[in-house]
């Protein structure tokens, strides 16, 4: 048993949709959510930055003690998830495994879709994912960078949005797929537009429930759960811009968010605590 925190980093501010999972699934958990928001977005980055970005990450909530992290994004998981599990002494989990698991349960004509960043498409993550769990699938998949930049917007059902995504998803409807994965932790918030766009008998699938039950199974398998623990902490860490950060991921956790404190990651990285300073 453990009561130490377990450590969720994202790019920005997507990863709380993981968040908001894991809050409702492990209430005795305490959390210390990452959002790197002074260099979001990583999904048009080269895979050799964002894996410098996320050790940068890892190395500094590992400095506060964290048991567990989980990589609440898929561009991450997708260049970085081998390399920072190398580098770990704690368990770390990503989002694609789950998430192409979730798909290939859920398709029944065998055609999945799945959008992500450019990094993640590029990186064949998601397609490798969905046929190692299931190989006669048929995969159709689309970079889709404007929908980070939207959502980060707060632009979750916005004409402009809902024209992008007509824009985007045309070849998934010609594909015929009935599954689709939302393969990027910032696309849960445009659930509504998307389903309106893609028709009800597509099945949606966000990694961020499934990557909630692994993390869950993990933590009992390695005897790392909290318990009962009414003393269950969350604290939010940017990197940037904690006014936004607050107010935007006020909505991703129904209306409950966390005090937020910045970090420079050159500067305090490793001394711990950040500075509060919203609200
Ligand atoms: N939320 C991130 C993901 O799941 C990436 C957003 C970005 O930084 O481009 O891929």
């Known amino acids: 048993m453990s009561i130490a925190p377990i450590g969720i980093f994202d790019s920005g501010i997507g990863g709380l949709t993981v968040a908001s999972a894991i809050r409702k699934l492990l209430p005795n958990e305490s959390t210390i959510y990452f959002g790197d928001t002074a260099r979001v977005p990583y999904g048009p980055k080269s895979p050799e930055t964002v894996r410098r970005y996320a050790r940068e990450i890892l190395d500094w909530l590992l400095a506060q003690q964290v048991k567990a992290v989980v990589i609440a994004c898929n561009t991450v998981t ?29 398709t029944t004509r065998g055609k999945v879709g799945v959008i992500g960043t450019a990094g993640t498409i590029a990186s064949g993550a998601y397609p490798r994912a969905l046929l190692h769990a299931r190989p006669d699938l048929q995969v159709t998949d689309r970079a889709c ?19 992008v ?9 010609q594909a015929g797929i009935d599954a689709l994965v939302l393969g990027c932790t910032h696309y849960p918030m445009l659930k509504p537009l998307l389903r309106r766009v893609m028709g009800d008998e597509v099945q949606l699938i966000d990694s961020a429930e499934e990557t909630a039950r692994e993390l869950a ?13 009414s003393d269950a902490t969350e604290r939010w860490v940017a990197t940037d ?9 006020a909505v991703f956790m129904d209306g409950s968010p966390a005090p937020v404190e910045v970090v420079d990651l050159g500067g305090d990285a490793r001394s711990g605590e950040g500075r509060e300073v919203y609200p």
């Open 241 to 249: 811009d904690a006014a936004r950060f607050a107010r935007v991921g």
């Open 165 to 173: 995504a007509e824009e985007y998803l045309a070849p998934m409807r």
């Open 78 to 106: 997708a260049h970085a998830l081998d390399d920072l599990r190398s580098r770990s002494p704690v368990p770390v989990i990503g989002v694609i495994e789950p998430g192409a698991r979730a798909a290939a349960r859920a």
């Open 145 to 163: 960078p404007l929908f980070v930049p939207l959502v980060e917007e707060g632009w979750f059902d916005h004409e402009a949005t809902r024209r």
């Open 217 to 229: 199974d993990l933590l009992v398998e390695l005897g790392l759960a909290a318990g009962v623990n």
